[in-house]
């Protein structure tokens, strides 16, 4: 027997699945900051989280409200650590 999700986790998992993909508008464009190899990181990470957030969104739909969230800090930190340790530039 299978169970329906409620009405509200399934806007949860709408409303995170689409926040989720406009931050891979971000992640795309980091080009501009990034040098190819950071960017094939970003993208990998985020392909990672959504094939995650995929395979999760029956057992808990809930949970794809934090993906986005997981990713804006993950994509701070690592552009930032480019930045100040690396020497990435704009």
């Known amino acids: 027997m299978s ?3 409620s009405a509200v986790a399934i806007v949860f998992a709408v409303v995170g699945g ?3 993909l406009v931050m891979g508008f971000f992640v795309a464009f980091s080009g501009l900051i990034a040098p190819p190899w950071g960017v094939a990181v970003l993208v990998a990470v985020w392909l990672a989280l959504t094939v995650w957030g995929v395979r999760k969104w ?3 739909p809930r949970i794809t409200m934090g993906l986005p969230l997981l990713m804006v800090a993950f994509w701070f930190a690592f552009l930032t650590f ?3 340790v690396l020497g990435w530039t704009a």
């Open 82 to 84: 480019g930045d100040l």
């Open 18 to 20: 689409g926040v989720h």
């Open 58 to 60: 029956r057992s808990g």
């Open 3 to 5: 169970q329906r999700a």
